[in-house]
């Protein structure tokens, strides 16, 4: 293919099938790009140059009659144009525009697609976006396919606004828009200009920068430059759609996985500073450039890029598996919201366990939920507590394998940083309900329920921490009672109110509901046939002697409870 300005319409010629390489991320636009595509056609004067951009493409394989053009940048363009190109010679020809030849040109021609999507995306492209598949929304298996197919619904609705005539001018607006574009012969041709260049609409994320940066230097540094670019770019194949599957069942980002990467595989947290991890990616090209400013480390370089970008492959496979094992314990220590100092200790849990059914993973997930529970979350020691991240970081780096060790070090963790005694004094504080935060107390509090559902009431079934919407904490004498009875002291507000024993989980708009009423009409009218079991057996700490819910009621609950909790988070059982 000749390098040059050409037209859309001689960009694609009708023997050229373009082809997104596995190495290329898959398709990420969204709104707002769709907005800038539209709103860049509706502002260009008919019969003035509009330039679309510059295309760098690769000469591949021929199949049959066919040249195959990878696309090398510029594939969400090209990818968005061919979406709205379909669509608008649909709309055309419901006008009675015949469109058979532009349709060959930019859609299909013969019984040939005239693009093809990463691997995982092409047939969910062909049927539904190109075609009309009737269960289109149901079939979605990637990110990228719902945005794909967000796509097609956006520019249906834009089309759907649009005249004859306003279709006739878009249709030849792209036609005589001029693109710009620069043809490669090998790999290592097209990794030296994507090195400098952007995809125009959507900047490059951290794991393209890393990608593009990783093939430029080595083909900087390798004899063997085009074998090793192969190597690179299959890798990020794998890479890329191991994210995209990740994405499904876990809410993360890529630059979250590159950080946890650096920290578990390249760093040394005996010599580091933490705070330059939130710089991984330019700690990695410092290390990169640093081998390649002499050619007597090209080889060491090389190894580097190498060895880099495998390991990186293996631990975004690692996130997926991540993303599959999300039950039980692990999906506890999401549920409180601070996993993200854990990251590096489940992945290299994960990586080394060939336990049957990942029963090593999910005991180590379970110290990793204790020291959330206990030490972040009942002693409260801080997140950014240094000599706590050290340790744990520590552990990850220098794991191979040993589970015992691993098991050994988290525990000695707790029993340094929350103790037994520690937890149990915080749990019987008589301010224990405004010390904790609001997640944690209803975290304890949804444990103590289905605790109540196993043991007390086996016909009941769990229940998931987001069955019910909204939860919150009550408060069974309320803060600000209707009735104030002789033992209601200040004696009692300072030591009992706010204690264990004298709150519950609730539903929201319930406790709302409850207002500030006393326990009696509180239980006729709600804890008595609540949904939750905790609620429905406070009943059974009713002082017999005094036949009302008061500071011996609160007091013998209050032990129920934190003999629970002891036994829940109880790390030496583990």
Same mark, same amino acid.
């Not at 029993?415 to 008589?430: I, K, N, T, V």
């Given at each position: 293919?000749?390098?040059? %300005?050409?037209?859309?319409?001689? @960009?694609?010629?009708?023997?050229?099938?373009?082809?997104?390489?596995?190495?290329?991320?898959?398709?990420?636009?969204?709104?707002?790009? @769709?907005?800038?595509?539209?709103?860049?056609?509706?502002?260009?004067? $008919?019969?003035?140059?509009?330039?679309?951009?510059?295309?760098?493409?690769?000469?591949?394989?021929?199949?049959?009659?066919?040249?195959?053009?990878?696309?090398?940048?510029?594939?969400?363009?090209?990818?968005?144009?061919?979406?709205?190109?379909?669509?608008?010679?649909?709309?055309?020809?419901?006008?009675?525009?015949?469109?058979?030849?532009?349709?060959?040109?930019?859609?299909?021609?013969?019984?040939?697609?005239?693009?093809?999507?990463?691997?995982?995306?092409?047939?969910?492209?062909?049927?539904?976006?190109?075609?009309?598949?009737?269960?289109?929304?149901?079939?979605? #298996?990637?990110?990228?396919?719902?945005?794909?197919?967000?796509?097609?619904?956006?520019?249906?609705? #834009?089309?759907?606004?649009?005249?004859?005539?306003?279709?006739? #001018?878009?249709?030849?607006?792209?036609?005589?828009?001029?693109?710009?574009?620069?043809?490669?012969?090998?790999?290592?041709?097209?990794?030296?200009?994507?090195?400098?260049?952007?995809?125009?609409?959507?900047?490059?994320?951290?794991?393209?920068?890393?990608?593009?940066?990783?093939?430029?230097?080595?083909?900087?540094?390798?004899?063997?430059?085009?074998?090793?670019?192969?190597?690179?770019?299959?890798?990020?194949?794998?890479?890329?759609?191991?994210?995209?599957?990740?994405?499904?069942?876990?809410?993360?980002?890529?630059?979250?996985?590159?950080?946890?990467?650096?920290?578990?595989?390249?760093?040394?947290?005996?010599?580091?500073?933490?705070?330059?991890?939130?710089?991984?990616?330019?700690?990695?090209?410092?290390?990169?450039?640093?081998?390649?400013?002499?050619?007597?480390?090209?080889?060491?370089?090389?190894?580097?890029?190498?060895?880099?970008?495998?390991?990186?492959?293996?631990?975004?496979?690692?996130?997926?598996?991540?993303?599959?094992?999300?039950?039980?314990? @692990? $999906?506890?220590?999401?549920?409180?919201?601070?996993?993200?100092?854990?990251?590096?200790?489940?992945?290299?849990?994960?990586?080394?366990?060939? *336990? %049957?059914?990942?029963?090593?993973?999910?005991?180590?997930?379970?110290?990793?939920?204790?020291?959330?529970?206990?030490?972040?979350?009942?002693?409260?020691?801080?997140?950014?507590?240094?000599?706590?991240?050290?340790?744990?970081?520590?552990?990850? %780096?220098?794991?191979?394998?040993?589970?015992?060790?691993?098991?050994?070090?988290?525990?000695?963790?707790?029993?340094?940083?929350?103790?037994?005694?520690?937890?149990?004094?915080?749990?019987?504080?008589?301010?224990?309900?405004?010390?904790?935060?609001?997640?944690?107390?209803?975290?304890?509090?949804?444990?103590?329920?289905?605790?109540?559902?196993?043991?007390?009431?086996?016909?009941?079934?769990?229940?998931?921490?987001?069955?019910?919407? *909204?939860?919150?904490?009550?408060?069974?004498?309320?803060?600000?009672?209707?009735?104030?009875?002789?033992?209601?002291?200040?004696?009692?507000?300072?030591?009992?109110?706010?204690?264990?024993?004298?709150?519950?989980?609730?539903?929201?708009?319930?406790?709302?509901?409850?207002?500030?009423?006393?326990?009696?009409?509180?239980?006729?009218?709600?804890?008595?046939?609540?949904?939750?079991?905790?609620? %429905?057996?406070?009943?059974?700490?009713?002082?017999?002697?005094?036949?009302?819910?008061?500071?011996?009621?609160?007091?013998?609950?209050?032990?129920?409870?934190?003999?629970?909790?002891?036994?829940?988070?109880?790390?030496?059982?583990?």
């Amino acid at each position: 293919m000749e390098n040059g %300005q050409k037209s859309i319409s001689d @960009l694609f010629e009708s023997r050229r099938i373009f082809n997104i390489p596995n190495y290329q991320r898959a398709y990420a636009w969204e709104k707002k790009q @769709l907005h800038d595509f539209i709103s860049d056609l509706d502002n260009q004067s $008919l019969g003035k140059d509009y330039f679309f951009g510059t295309i760098l493409l690769q000469v591949s394989d021929s199949e049959g009659h066919f040249k195959i053009i990878n696309i090398v940048d510029g594939q969400q363009r090209i990818t968005t144009l061919t979406i709205f190109i379909r669509l608008l010679l649909d709309r055309l020809e419901s006008f009675g525009d015949d469109v058979s030849i532009l349709r060959e040109t930019y859609v299909k021609y013969r019984n040939e697609y005239k693009l093809r999507v990463l691997e995982y995306d092409q047939e969910f492209f062909r049927t539904c976006i190109l075609e009309d598949s009737d269960n289109a929304k149901t079939v979605i #298996e990637t990110p990228s396919q719902r945005r794909l197919l967000e796509a097609k619904s956006f520019f249906i609705e #834009e089309l759907k606004k649009r005249t004859f005539e306003n279709l006739r #001018e878009l249709r030849e607006k792209i036609e005589n828009a001029k693109v710009l574009t620069y043809s490669v012969v090998n790999n290592a041709e097209a990794t030296l200009i994507f090195e400098t260049t952007n995809d125009r609409g959507k900047p490059l994320t951290s794991l393209e920068k890393i990608k593009s940066f990783l093939m430029y230097k080595v083909y900087v540094a390798a004899s063997d430059p085009e074998r090793y670019l192969k190597i690179i770019q299959n890798r990020f194949g794998e890479i890329y759609k191991n994210y995209e599957e990740t994405l499904e069942n876990l809410n993360t980002d890529e630059d979250f996985i590159l950080r946890n990467h650096y920290i578990t595989f390249e760093s040394n947290i005996n010599t580091d500073n933490i705070k330059d991890y939130a710089y991984h990616l330019l700690l990695v090209k410092e290390k990169v450039n640093s081998l390649t400013l002499s050619s007597t480390t090209f080889n060491d370089a090389t190894q580097f890029i190498d060895n880099y970008s495998s390991n990186l492959k293996d631990t975004f496979t690692i996130f997926n598996g991540l993303s599959k094992l999300n039950k039980g314990n @692990l $999906l506890n220590l999401f549920y409180l919201r601070r996993s993200t100092n854990f990251f590096p200790i489940l992945i290299v849990s994960l990586k080394y366990d060939n *336990s %049957q059914e990942n029963y090593n993973f999910y005991k180590i997930s379970k110290l990793l939920e204790i020291i959330s529970f206990r030490v972040y979350g009942i002693r409260k020691r801080k997140l950014s507590n240094t000599v706590i991240l050290k340790r744990l970081y520590e552990f990850a %780096q220098n794991f191979r394998g040993d589970f015992d060790t691993l098991s050994s070090d988290l525990k000695d963790l707790i029993a340094e940083f929350c103790s037994d005694r520690e937890f149990q004094s915080r749990l019987h504080s008589p301010n224990f309900y405004e010390d904790i935060q609001n997640n944690d107390l209803n975290y304890l509090f949804w444990h103590y329920e289905n605790y109540l559902r196993q043991t007390e009431y086996p016909e009941d079934g769990n229940i998931g921490f987001r069955k019910y919407k *909204s939860l919150s904490i009550e408060h069974i004498i309320p803060q600000f009672s209707r009735e104030t009875l002789l033992w209601m002291d200040d004696i009692f507000r300072r030591e009992h109110i706010h204690s264990i024993g004298n709150i519950t989980l609730d539903i929201s708009w319930e406790n709302s509901a409850k207002s500030n009423m006393g326990f009696d009409n509180k239980y006729k009218y709600f804890y008595k046939d609540s949904k939750f079991r905790s609620q %429905q057996e406070l009943f059974r700490f009713v002082n017999p002697d005094t036949e009302e819910w008061d500071i011996k009621s609160i007091c013998n609950r209050q032990e129920k409870i934190v003999k629970f909790a002891m036994r829940n988070w109880d790390y030496k059982s583990v």
